[in-house]
């Protein structure tokens, strides 16, 4: 609750529906999906959906250019009067190809400058983006983190594209994983809210997570949030974790309930999809389609 955070924490907390369980009941988020490519390839993947990166099934969002974000957002801003934070949360990462998340910030913020900017990350370009995210007044950055042992992040990740290769096994996700630590550290030491993301993913890292737990929480890691695999067979063979299954309830409870204590869990996560818009668990999302803005907007 409020009373257990510093002010200029609970300032900048209260009114965002994923960072404050109180706020989630009265303030709404939307997403555009504005990235066009992403930088490693999770074996969960499927692109449709968000901040989670999770992999469920559905309607494929669509990928948006900066201007059809801007005027999505600003449609959304004038018919749903609880927004208050604008995320980018995939598919395809925003840090990777920066230039069009960045973009679409720069627009809304003209229009709206009172609304919070949010990203969510893999983590693999994000110490080359700190400076930019800290001037920006993104203050709020989600890290999906679901592994810090190289060995068990090598069955998660086939290949990881850096520094202009693509590296696979135990490199590929030693590289992740150092560059996920570095941007959490680099963000907290800027007055950075971060909260770290984690698909639990049953006999890959699930009595992993407390460590992962622990290693975010040294790193000033502000909530971490837990959430199941969703197996999506209709996706069969393409991806390395087919036939994977997701936690049960009860399984998934087991791993909340063992990191309670370290980094504060967060547990009101919805698992959004990557255009979702309106309050946490309502979708939106379909009002709001290219066909359906109008094409301009004051
Ligand atoms: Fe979106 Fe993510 Fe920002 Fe929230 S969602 S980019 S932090 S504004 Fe929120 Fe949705 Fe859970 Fe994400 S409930 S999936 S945690
Ligand atoms: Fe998919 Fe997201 Fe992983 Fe990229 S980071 S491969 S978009 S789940």
Redesign the pocket.
């Known amino acids: 609750g409020p009373s257990d955070l510093a002010p200029e924490v609970w300032e900048k907390v209260k009114d965002h529906p994923c960072y404050s369980e109180e706020a989630h009941h009265y303030f709404a988020r939307m997403h555009v999906a504005v990235a066009p490519a992403?930088n490693?390839?999770?074996n969960?993947?499927n692109?449709k959906y968000d901040c989670a990166?999770e992999?469920r099934p559905g309607v494929v969002s669509e990928r948006l250019t900066p201007e059809q974000g801007a005027r999505k957002v600003l449609a959304v801003a004038q018919s749903v009067p609880q927004l208050s934070v604008l995320g980018i949360a995939?598919?395809?990462?925003a840090l990777y190809d920066w230039r069009h998340a960045k973009a679409t910030f720069e627009l809304v913020a003209e229009s709206l400058p009172d609304i919070k900017l949010c990203i969510s990350t893999?983590g693999l370009s994000l110490p080359d983006h700190v400076d930019e995210i800290v001037n920006m007044n993104i203050d709020h950055v989600t890290i999906?983190i679901n592994m810090v042992d190289p060995k068990i992040g090598a069955k998660i990740y086939p290949w990881v594209f850096f520094d202009h290769k693509r590296h696979t096994g135990v490199a590929a996700a030693r590289l992740l994983h150092e560059r996920q630590m570095l941007g959490l550290e680099m963000l907290t030491a800027r007055g950075v809210l971060v909260k770290v993301n984690s698909v639990l993913i049953p006999g890959i890292n699930d009595e992993h997570l407390i460590e992962v737990n622990k290693a975010v929480k040294e790193r000033g890691a502000f909530l971490h949030n837990i959430m199941p695999l969703i197996s999506d067979p209709a996706h069969g063979t393409a991806f390395g974790l087919s036939g994977q299954r997701g936690p049960t309830g009860q399984e998934l409870k087991k791993v909340q309930d063992a990191c309670e204590g370290g980094a504060k869990m967060m547990r009101h996560c919805r698992q959004c999809r990557a255009d979702a818009v309106g309050l946490l668990g309502e979708d939106r999302g379909q009002e709001f389609t290219l066909d359906k803005l109008p094409e301009f907007l004051e």
């Open positions: 992403c490693i390839q999770c969960y993947c692109r990166n992999s995939g598919p395809g990462d893999n999906t």
